[in-house]
């Protein structure tokens, strides 16, 4: 694995300190599209992103799903070319809904004409190209992108729409791939450390820690340690990339056992990162806030479990108030959707901690 980064459009969870090249300036070689190029390589996805390609080629709407750092918005960026352009749409920052038709016409360079609404515009510009619009961080301006997502393939026959976000759009023809973990080793089984690397979340893990100690190797000594960490935290891209970036001061070992204080020590220093993604704090508060009072209570509720829950067992004790026992299903699935709780198998386990 070189040591050195390479420039590439492919990439996991945000990059701590990474290097951001914009529309047109030196270096790029299309004028078709304004994806952000890094200087860190993607770690795996390559299933992930052949299963996007393959749905975008039979569906007009995808929407990638996912708790907050699995790496949603980089997948986007890996899934292809169109011949008139792939274009990126940055919603994370955006809090007013009706600034979502804005913010895709100025990517595109569309000026509102007087007399016409900003959605015509939009579809007479797109109509006859073949382009794939991607809405980035849809999940708190939900129903406004659903609408745009709803209304632009309509009226343009050759759009694909690509939508990130924590929870589906809900709209007609939306077909959703939900963006699963890092692959890890067995817990009761460990490879040999030579072996170990064939892990997409071991490898993201050992180049993100390279890039914050050069000497960093996997050896048999801390190779345990480093298959501990990833599984501890669930193989979630952004949460290995924030523990990696902290072997410049401590050995894997420390690490690992001062997870337990995990909200101050996943943390990024990168003076660029995207402020939501700068802690695994801001991460969970982002999806916090975008939860309703149902959700909110239910978590709290769900926090007296450990080590996993059955539906069962939530519908028997978390019942109550607002929430009847029939209901529970349903506002544990928005959980599922909007944070990730429960995202393997059996509702159980998992990198958040308790609310």
């Keep these: 694995m070189p040591e050195t980064p390479e420039l590439s459009r492919r990439n996991t969870a945000v990059d701590l300190g990474e290097s951001v090249e914009f529309p047109m300036t030196p270096g790029r070689t299309s004028p078709n599209d304004n994806l952000p190029l890094h200087l860190s390589s993607l770690i795996g996805r390559e299933r992930e992103t052949a299963q996007a390609k393959r749905l975008l080629d039979h569906h007009r709407l995808l929407t990638l799903t996912g708790p907050g750092g699995s790496g949603k918005t980089r997948l986007a960026l890996a899934v292809g070319e169109f011949e008139d ?7 994370a920052s955006l809090s007013d809904p009706e600034l ?3 913010a895709v016409a100025s990517v595109l360079e569309v000026r509102e004409q007087p007399g016409r609404s900003l959605g015509e515009t939009l579809a007479d510009h797109l109509a006859s190209r073949e382009t794939l619009l991607i809405l980035d961080n849809c999940e708190h301006l939900i129903e406004a992108c659903a609408r745009l997502a709803d209304a632009l393939p309509h009226s ?8 990130t976000s924590r929870e589906a759009l809900g709209v007609a023809g939306e077909t959703v791939l939900l963006v699963p973990p890092l692959s890890l080793p067995d817990s009761g089984h460990p490879p040999p450390p030579e072996e170990l690397e064939r892990y997409e979340a071991i490898r ?3 180049e993100r820690a390279r890039y914050a100690s050069p000497s960093f190797e996997l050896t048999g000594r801390n190779a345990s340690a480093v298959a501990r960490l990833c599984r501890n935290l669930d193989g979630i891209p952004l949460a290995i990339e924030l523990a990696a970036a902290r072997t410049r001061v401590l050995s894997v070992e420390q690490i690992s056992s001062r997870l337990a204080d995990s ?13 939501r993604q700068k802690t695994l704090e ?9 939860l309703g009072e149902k959700e909110r209570a239910l978590f709290r509720r769900l926090s ?4 996993g829950f059955t539906l069962e067992a939530a519908e028997e004790v978390c019942a109550g108030g607002d929430i009847e026992e029939d209901a529970v299903l349903e506002v544990l699935s928005d959980l599922v959707e909007v944070v990730g709780v429960g995202h393997r198998a059996g509702w159980g386990g998992g990198a958040l901690p308790a609310p």
């Design 85 to 91: 352009g792939v274009w990126w749409v940055a919603l």
């Design 304 to 307: 007296v479990f450990a080590g």
């Design 100 to 102: 979502v038709g804005q």
């Design 204 to 206: 993201l893990f050992v």
């Design 282 to 290: 801001a991460t969970l508060e982002w999806s916090h806030e975008l």
């Design 263 to 275: 909200f101050r020590l996943l943390k990024s220093e990168s003076r660029t990162a995207d402020p």
């Design 156 to 163: 343009c026959s050759n759009l694909r729409v690509l939508a």
